[in-house]
């Protein structure tokens, strides 16, 4: 089924469909409908607590939903099991803290999914493992342990170790928050690249500079509502909701 | 009674006693760390009723004297029909305990790792098995290694409880209580087998901490 979806143009990557969510009383998703196409770079920003990095991860289900619809490629996200878990390995994720596996080699990291997931031989998860640490340019670090590197390089492996199961779209879940400021280029640089190659994204960060350049489309969120949604430059430069020039406004303040 | 006429008279029996405790010891440790990972994987399962049931036994096991153990293994279960021999009593009885115990060390091991490696697990599309078999097991294993070596001592003195029944050969304990109703070696009887436990706890712990050194995980 999915081969056939893929083929088709029209069917967005990622869709939800009037997404509720409560923590409690908490309403942190309000009625949230998004859609993203094929290739499209979409960037969430808002200010903390808007609701964004619980929409990200509700989209492999990390975090659970309410009411509404996820949808990857026109089918239901399964509820939970075999078919989630096969759901999961066709999207990428990227998290603040990295979250490398800590027992494990860089290396290792990166073909546990290919090997346990995809079933890959060692030798052929490897060869295509040490390609993509080479691209994101921490190929030298392969066989050190996560608490051996910087954090920008384990975050550059953790994108390789998504990178390695092919996923269809990445999502990246403040990926450069929890960073030295010398290494948020560094991780932002992967990014762009794998932009520039196509690759379906949505990513939640407060790097400006990030969303006006490679963002198709920008998403202001606040109070757990998309509030405004648009073009980079349109965005940035003509915001359209009093909410969002207030926003701009007050990071822009330094 | 010197020492060396007790080690004369009885130095076999030592020796044997000794040998007793050390096979009981490993027989038991390999048990208990076996069920120790089944009660804890039971315990941070996605089933409440495994969970519930994990929680059950540690509570019941860790919160039990070990001699009422035995006493109910060895004289209670014979009601139930279930007859076991003297050394496997003690041993089950052993196991029952310190896989109790066990259980908690793990469960103290798996809360070092990072919900985030979890997560990140899941988002690869590992299922609940493999993340478990890969992650939480490595980690867990290697982050316990200390209070594991505590516990492989503990797992040797509670087979001390093998004095409490007829074992043959006895075990170091049991071999104190035969020497003393047959000879007045006073405290030196115990002495003996004193410092085999002593010998054994520290080759013990000289052994585990040489293991942890070498598979700690760095943070």
């Known amino acids: ?254 | 009674m010197g020492l060396s006429e007790l080690l004369g008279t009885y130095g076999d029996k030592y020796l044997q006693g000794l040998l007793a405790t050390w096979s009981m010891t490993v027989v038991s440790f390999v048990f208990v760390m076996a069920l120790a990972v089944v009660v804890t994987v039971a315990r941070v399962s996605p089933y409440r009723p495994l969970r519930v049931a994990g929680d059950l036994y540690v509570q019941v096991f860790r919160n039990i004297p070990g001699v009422a153990l035995l006493i109910i293994i060895a004289y209670a279960l014979p009601e139930l029909r279930i007859v076991l021999d003297w050394r496997t009593c003690v041993i089950v009885t052993t196991i029952l305990l310190g896989s109790a115990f066990g259980s908690e060390n793990f469960m103290s091991g798996i809360n070092t790792i990072g919900v985030g490696q979890i997560e990140a697990a899941r988002s690869l599309g590992l299922t609940f098995t493999q993340i478990i078999r890969k992650i939480v097991v490595p980690q867990a294993l290697r982050t316990t290694v200390l209070p594991m070596t505590n516990l492989l001592i503990a797992v040797m003195l509670t087979t001390a409880l093998g004095s409490q029944v007829p074992l043959n050969p006895q075990e170091l304990t049991g071999v104190v209580s035969y020497v003393n109703t047959r000879a007045t070696g006073g405290i030196l009887v115990f002495l003996v087998s004193a410092l085999c436990y002593v010998g054994t706890g520290f080759v013990i712990s000289f052994v585990g901490n040489r293991i942890d050194r070498r598979v700690r995980i760095l943070r």
Do not use: W
């Open chain 1, 1 to 254: 089924m999915s081969q056939e979806h893929a083929g088709e143009k029209n069917v967005p990557v990622i869709e939800l469909r009037h997404v509720d969510k409560h923590y409690g009383d908490l309403h942190v998703l309000r009625d949230v409908s998004l859609s993203v196409a094929r290739g499209e770079v979409v960037v969430i920003i808002g200010p903390s607590g808007s609701g964004k990095s619980t929409l990200c991860r509700t989209i492999n289900r990390l975090e659970t939903i309410d009411s509404g619809e996820i949808l990857i490629e026109g089918e239901p996200l399964p509820q939970e099991g075999r078919e989630l878990a096969r759901m999961r390995s066709e999207l990428g994720m990227v998290f603040q803290q990295f979250n490398l596996f800590a027992h494990m080699s860089v290396l290792d990291n990166v073909t546990l999914g290919p090997r346990e997931v995809l079933g890959q031989q060692k030798e052929e998860a490897e060869r295509y493992a040490l390609e993509l640490l080479g691209r994101v340019g921490v190929a030298e670090q392969a066989h050190k342990v996560p608490a051996q590197l910087s954090g920008g390089q384990q975050q550059r492996a953790a994108i390789a170790r998504s990178l390695a199961m092919r996923p269809k779209a990445m999502l990246f879940d403040e990926p450069t928050s929890a960073l030295d400021p010398e290494m948020i280029n560094e991780v932002l640089d992967v990014m762009v690249e794998l932009a520039r190659g196509g690759m379906t994204m949505i990513v939640v960060t407060h790097e400006m500079g990030f969303a006006r350049r490679v963002a198709d489309r920008v998403v202001f969120m606040a109070d757990g509502q998309i509030v405004e949604e648009g073009v980079p430059d349109a965005f940035f430069d003509h915001p359209k909701s009093q909410r969002a020039r207030d926003f701009l406004d007050s990071i822009k303040g330094h």
